[in-house]
């Protein structure tokens, strides 16, 4: 989830303890948590940045009686390894565990105006124990690294995960209830229009499936709403939530600029221009339209070939971003449609194509954005006006 390099050394736990608790096949001693030792789940709300609009969750062990106050924080990973965006595009880049002093890191995400809310845990003094080797032990260099998926295996699942070996008991969120992935994400992503239609252009339709309360747990608030449902033997997990710092609202652009309008006033622009010239057009730009379409499929199918991401596989956006259009574009800037069978062939099944997409679309397993419509309006246009050219122009 959060898309920058937070690399923190581990603290060095101090203090006296009475007695300590070692594992010896990790290599671990421990000192034992004192009876005034607290376990909290704590949860950043979305931030301007765009590595923190989804939020962030971290794990807070605070004993005072042995001076340390330790955030673990499933969210970091290197900016410095070989081929960072490659391995990142790819999706083989090692997420690991870090530790920070929790105060200082709450407060620093709280100067940037993200909201802090904190939900103790009631755990038995074992359970506490457990959880602290848990993660101490993740902490090890050959234990610290993990293959971060996006929706299935994150900073909050992870943590999700911990508070379920530790209590033996599932944590989901009920509430969640016939809702897909990518409907969750969308409330996060209202705010930064263009992230999200970008994000509608690369997820496939296996984020359109229905999300399991266990799997709700991928988005913070959600995990941080799990904890408070869920039970630990005949309490409650979490206690109540307490709201440390006031999120501070985040600034969105006119909706005037989102994609969609502005999409629609571009093409009843660009029609009423044509209609005023006498319906007079270049060759040349329907082999842009046409290029730049082609070309941008082509990008997706790339990527779903070359990805671990299995988000972007089955993306049935290319069934209007053919990435054959690009040969089509190519081929416009040589000659007109109606002078190669082939090219007029290909625009003739391209517009029945997009006409037939377009009124498919809301029965198809995958949810596309709005703006594409008129994208796909004027790929129908461009198409027709090449067939329908009589001269060289």
Request: with cysteine; hydrophobic share 45%; net charge neutral.
């Given at each position: 989830m959060r898309y920058f390099t937070c690399?923190?050394?581990?603290?060095?736990?101090?203090?006296?303890?009475?007695?300590?608790?070692?594992?010896?096949?990790?290599?671990?001693?421990?000192?034992?948590?004192s009876p005034a030792a607290t376990v909290s789940l704590i949860?950043?709300?979305?931030g301007e940045e765009l590595y923190t609009a989804f939020g962030h969750s971290a794990i807070r062990i605070l004993d005072p009686e042995l001076g340390f106050d330790r955030l673990y924080n499933f969210g970091t990973f290197d900016m410095t390894v070989d081929n960072f965006y490659l391995r990142f595009a790819r999706g083989d880049l090692l997420?690991?565990?870090?530790?920070?002093?929790?105060?200082?890191?709450?407060?620093?995400?709280?100067?940037?105006?993200?909201?802090?809310?904190?939900?103790?845990?009631?755990?038995?003094?074992?359970?506490?124990?457990?959880?602290?080797l848990f993660l101490e032990t993740n902490l090890l260099p050959q234990n610290r690294f993990y293959r971060y998926?996006?929706?299935?295996?994150?900073?909050s699942t992870r943590i999700r995960d911990a508070f379920e070996k530790v209590i033996g008991a599932p944590v989901a969120d009920r509430t969640v209830n016939k809702v897909t992935f990518?409907?969750?994400?969308?409330?996060?992503?209202?705010?930064?229009?263009?992230?999200?239609?970008g994000i509608y252009l690369l997820l496939g339709a296996g984020v359109d499936r229905v999300v399991q309360p266990r799997e709700a747990c991928f988005l913070?608030?959600?995990?941080?709403?799990?904890?408070?449902?869920?039970?630990?033997?005949?309490?409650?997990l979490g206690e109540r939530r307490i709201q440390l710092y006031q999120p501070q609202p985040l600034p969105r652009m006119p909706r005037i600029l989102d994609p969609e309008p502005v999409f629609w006033l571009v093409l009843a622009a660009w029609v009423g221009l044509w209609l005023l010239r006498g319906r007079r057009s270049s060759r040349m730009i329907s082999a842009l339209v046409y290029g730049v379409f082609g070309f941008t499929?082509?990008?997706?199918?790339?990527?779903?070939?070359?990805?671990?991401?299995?988000?972007?596989?089955?993306?049935?956006?290319?069934?209007?971003?053919v990435p054959t259009h690009l040969i089509a574009g190519i081929g416009l800037i040589f000659v007109q449609a109606n002078q190669v069978f082939w090219l007029r062939l290909y625009l003739l099944l391209a517009v029945g194509g997009a006409l037939i997409f377009?009124?498919?679309?809301?029965?198809?397993?995958?949810?596309?954005?709005?703006?594409?419509?008129?994208?796909?309006?004027?790929?129908?246009?461009?198409?027709?006006?090449?067939?329908?050219r009589r001269t060289a122009q």
């Amino acid at each position: 989830m959060r898309y920058f390099t937070c690399l923190i050394a581990s603290l060095v736990i101090v203090g006296a303890a009475p007695s300590r608790a070692a594992d010896r096949s990790v290599g671990l001693d421990l000192p034992n948590l004192s009876p005034a030792a607290t376990v909290s789940l704590i949860t950043y709300s979305p931030g301007e940045e765009l590595y923190t609009a989804f939020g962030h969750s971290a794990i807070r062990i605070l004993d005072p009686e042995l001076g340390f106050d330790r955030l673990y924080n499933f969210g970091t990973f290197d900016m410095t390894v070989d081929n960072f965006y490659l391995r990142f595009a790819r999706g083989d880049l090692l997420y690991q565990l870090s530790v920070d002093e929790g105060q200082a890191d709450i407060e620093q995400h709280a100067a940037i105006g993200q909201g802090v809310s904190e939900v103790r845990l009631n755990l038995s003094p074992e359970q506490k124990q457990a959880l602290f080797l848990f993660l101490e032990t993740n902490l090890l260099p050959q234990n610290r690294f993990y293959r971060y998926d996006f929706l299935l295996d994150n900073c909050s699942t992870r943590i999700r995960d911990a508070f379920e070996k530790v209590i033996g008991a599932p944590v989901a969120d009920r509430t969640v209830n016939k809702v897909t992935f990518r409907q969750m994400l969308d409330p996060y992503l209202e705010r930064i229009p263009w992230i999200r239609f970008g994000i509608y252009l690369l997820l496939g339709a296996g984020v359109d499936r229905v999300v399991q309360p266990r799997e709700a747990c991928f988005l913070p608030s959600n995990l941080e709403a799990a904890v408070l449902q869920s039970r630990t033997d005949d309490t409650s997990l979490g206690e109540r939530r307490i709201q440390l710092y006031q999120p501070q609202p985040l600034p969105r652009m006119p909706r005037i600029l989102d994609p969609e309008p502005v999409f629609w006033l571009v093409l009843a622009a660009w029609v009423g221009l044509w209609l005023l010239r006498g319906r007079r057009s270049s060759r040349m730009i329907s082999a842009l339209v046409y290029g730049v379409f082609g070309f941008t499929g082509l990008f997706l199918v790339v990527l779903a070939a070359n990805t671990l991401h299995w988000q972007a596989y089955n993306n049935w956006n290319l069934a209007w971003l053919v990435p054959t259009h690009l040969i089509a574009g190519i081929g416009l800037i040589f000659v007109q449609a109606n002078q190669v069978f082939w090219l007029r062939l290909y625009l003739l099944l391209a517009v029945g194509g997009a006409l037939i997409f377009m009124l498919s679309s809301p029965w198809l397993p995958q949810q596309f954005h709005p703006a594409i419509y008129p994208l796909m309006i004027l790929t129908v246009w461009r198409g027709a006006i090449e067939l329908c050219r009589r001269t060289a122009q």
